[in-house]
């Protein structure tokens, strides 16, 4: 699609808004001398061919265009309504007082004015006398090239002759300033993207301080499959419990336990501050979750379906400063390096009206409050994380420009996810004390195994098969602090599946290899876990792999005093 497909398109979408009136004066600046572009003190809107504007009509609507790199265009249109008597005014004040000095020289206008007489025609004196200029400007003589400016107090302002490259710091000198009384926009391309839309948000959320956010519409041009959907544009506060549970049932996921309510809760209670610590068995679900409730929120019906306001970090080991997520300068490349978290905030940043959701994976792997520090303290203060010392923007390594400090904005929520075992780090009180912590340890096993076989009747007989060794396995484990989650449960039901229709195993022989395989490698302990040994040979009885595994354990625990399976 070229641009002036993409042109016409906007303006067929703003004549179908409600607001448009059939009485509305219509006038493009999409030209290369017409665009916008930014000034001193103000925004150069248009420059338009109003030499035969009649006061027939009842509002006047401008077509603008302005574009930041790499390819953004911001497409928005400039109502003027309840002020039409002044911008009238305001345009006849103009050519009157040019009329003794007639326009020879200028630009031409693109504008679609069906009057095409060149901009440096000279129109006859007809003896009428001059007005004198009310400010000290020049103008001429006809409005053919009338160039609007939105200014720092809101207000438009108008001249037919000449350009300001900077407003004029006493603004009341002007003549006749103008209110505007609605702007419309849509962005190309329409893709939720840090990279193509944070430049682009920021010069809309300007114009919204300026002249008030409620004044400021967006429409929804083109259709792209990364677009922000209507749904995309509700933070999860405003949405009805029973909706996300449906959605996240709907998606597959099965949490019995009410930790979806106390997810949502601790989301969303505070209105400043969105950080949830999800902790449990390894494979509960955490992350599952978390990633289930932004889609649920996003209106999405499908895993598979890419969320662009979903982010997951996996923690790595070695980090031991906040590079990991707010990112570096690379002196090689020179570009400022954005890790995915980064890249959320960035996002969120440029999508204001959109949930940003951040996933920690395994937070604990590294020290927490090594790269967490600068994170937290922004998020309890308010404060921007400083990100480097440079006076300008740096090129981001995905073309955003990177700030020299930025703020967490409030739609950005964030979960971490951790388990506690000996690959961890203990998380401190300073970390907990800023967030909310929900265990997810209880497993509602025969639950989410009918969950399972209702979404794929095929496996119904490996469930069946299979379910009594983990139901036992897991009751005796649960005792002595230990267990496994939803994922190997279903790991051990699709195994089955799969052994059942492709390996021709003896009878109970898959089962015994599974749980040799993904059960029993998860034991260890000392001499208070030998009733466990004992309980888990009881269970397993006529599992001859497992027998043997467990007297392997139980040796060395006579041997050794302790044992650990994958050792």
Known sequence: ??????????????????????????????????????????????????????????????????????????????????????????????????????????????????????????????????????????????????????????????RNKGYWDTMPSDLSTISKPVTIDRILFSIWPPAASASRGLMARELIGYLGNLIGREKIHELRVWADIEAVSADMQRMPATIPLKEIEDAIAGLGGHYPDGEIARYHGAMNFLSHKHFVILSGLSGTGKTRLAIQYAQAVHGLASMKTRDPFLFICPVRPEWTDPTGLTGYYDVLSNRYMIPPFLEAVLLATAHRDSPVFVILDEMNLARVEYYLSDVLSAVETGEKIRLHSSGVPLEGSNGTPVPAALELPSNLYITGTINVDETTNPVSDKVLDRAVVIDMSNVDLAGFLDGLVTREPSLNASRTACEGHLAQTQAILALHGLGFGYRVAEEVVRYHAFAEQHLSPTADSVIDDLMVQKILVKVRGGERQRPLLAGLGKALGGLPRSQNFLTSLLSDLDEFGAFQANR
């Open 1 to 158: 699609m070229d641009i002036r497909e993409r042109q016409q398109q906007y303006k067929d979408a703003v004549q179908k808004f409600p607001g448009m009136t059939k009485g509305a004066r219509i006038a493009d600046a999409f030209g290369v001398s017409n665009s916008a572009k930014i000034v001193g003190g103000a925004l150069f809107a248009f420059n338009i061919n109003l030499k035969s504007y009649a006061a027939v009509h009842d509002q006047i609507a401008v077509h603008c265009l302005l574009r930041f790199p790499p390819e953004d265009e911001i497409y928005f249109t400039i109502f003027v309504k309840s002020d039409l008597p002044v911008f009238e005014a305001r345009l006849e004040e103009m050519r009157a007082s040019g009329k003794s000095k007639p326009n020879k020289t200028g630009p031409a206008s693109n504008d679609d004015d069906d009057d095409d007489e060149p901009v440096d025609e000279e129109i006859p004196d007809d003896g009428t006398p001059a007005v004198p200029s009310p400010d000290g400007l020049d103008y001429t003589n006809n409005n053919k090239n009338v160039k609007g400016y939105i200014a720092s107090d809101g207000l438009l302002y108008l």
